[in-house]
């Protein structure tokens, strides 16, 4: 067997790992509440208590290890690292090949409500909308890829390295999309291997102000607000960026001893980064999808490398330096929370022929409004051509 080789690969957790787990979260030590507080000082105690309860005693990880293991899924090697994914080819002749890429917090199974719609539309109402091959890759260094096992694996590694999946796949010709991580890595992809993609979607984009005081002068009051917004969460909203971006290992650390401390430091992102209408995450995200993330980076140890993921692109000295602007055909869908892209910005840096906004949603529209996110997907590539 050659490193290039694909594997066919199905989840089976040890029950021992899944016993230590819910003895772990018996055993946690819980902090006291300062009397008055909520979510503003983070994740309320008695909130995440009652959560870790039900993760414990009610949640029931076969059940989705088994919908997990109903779509195809491998792993390949690729420049020395383990990159497991998600292969469902549509039966339409004329379909598109398309990888889909998350984001932190997050895994393949945030696609698992796009992948019907998306290779078969003609049985969810929509016989005329485009058809896809999915690609759905677990990003190195998170879930099933498995730890990181060296440095240096920033977004441009990242993005080679999907490029090297879809070749070994047969794609010549492929779309991308999307959102937190790739919607850096699914530009950057395009850019540096774009004779092989026709066109790139993203969802929470990341766009930064030009410095041209015309550019500034032409907001819109809502841009305006936008920015605004995007001056909050620096300030108030980005810690957990910094830390990761600094000091992962310490971070890390806590997270892999500590399921509960694992399970509050992303369940508070859920909370924070939905659809800004629900008071609680699992208004917005079904309470067992948002487990199921939490339950992938635990029994897979994999915080280390999820937060180191921020150091790479932190300490990658390309990532922020002056580049041309990017050819392949970009559409961007803004959803409302967490969510601050500009059009006028965005246009500095990539060629954007679809530009879609939405009321409702947030920044994981693949959990929270996914016939909304198939719909834009679809509406973007039906005009372009392979």
Do not use: C
């Not at 998600?86 to 039966?91: A, C, F, V």
């Not at 010549?172 to 979607?201: K, N, T």
């Not at 055909?329 to 060629?351: L, M, Q, S, W, Y």
């Amino acid at each position: 067997m050659s490193s290039n080789d694909i594997r066919p690969f199905r989840i089976d957790i040890p029950q021992a790992d899944l016993d230590d787990l819910r003895e772990r979260l018996t055993r946690t030590r819980w902090i006291d509440e300062v009397p008055g507080t909520g979510w503003e000082r983070g994740v309320p105690t008695a909130y995440l208590r009652e959560l870790a309860a039900y993760w414990a005693e009610k949640f029931d990880w076969r059940a989705i290890e088994a919908r997990l293991n109903e779509y195809p899924q491998f792993t390949t090697t690729i420049d020395g690292q383990n990159v497991h994914f998600l292969h469902i080819r549509s039966e339409r002749e004329d379909a598109t090949p398309l990888l889909l890429i998350h984001g932190w917090p997050g895994t393949p199974a945030d696609f698992l409500d796009l992948i019907g719609p998306l290779t078969d539309p003609a049985a969810h109402g929509d016989p005329q909308a485009p058809a896809f091959h999915l690609v759905i890759p677990t990003l190195p260094g998170h879930g099933f890829s498995g730890p990181l096992t060296e440095t240096g694996w920033h977004d441009g590694k990242v993005a080679a390295a999907l490029a090297e999946l879809m070749a070994r796949l047969g794609y010549e010709r492929y779309g991308v999309q999307g959102g937190d991580h790739g919607a850096f890595v699914g530009p950057r992809l395009a850019r540096e291997h774009g004779e092989h993609v026709i066109g790139v979607h993203a969802n929470a984009l990341v766009t930064f102000p030009t410095g041209d005081p015309a550019d500034m002068a032409a907001l819109t009051e809502a841009e305006q607000q936008r920015l605004a917004a995007m001056k909050q969460w620096q300030d108030d909203g980005s810690a957990y960026m910094n830390l990761a971006g600094s000091r992962p290992n310490t971070l890390a650390q806590l997270l892999a001893d500590s399921p509960a401390g694992q399970l509050g430091w992303i369940v508070e992102k859920y909370k924070e980064w939905t659809d800004a209408s629900h008071e609680l995450p699992e208004q917005a995200i079904d309470r067992d999808k948002i487990l199921t993330t939490v339950a992938v980076y635990w029994l897979t140890d994999t915080a280390r490398s999820a937060a180191n993921y921020y150091y790479e692109r932190f300490h990658d000295y390309t990532m922020f330096a002056p580049k041309p602007k990017g050819t392949v055909p970009t559409g961007v869908a803004v959803f409302t929370t967490a969510d601050f892209a500009i059009r006028r910005f965005a246009e500095k840096a990539h060629n954007i022929v679809h530009w879609s906004e939405f009321y409702s949603g947030g920044h994981f529209p693949a959990l929270e409004v996914p016939e909304l996110l198939a719909g834009d997907i679809r509406e973007f590539f039906s005009g372009l051509t392979r």
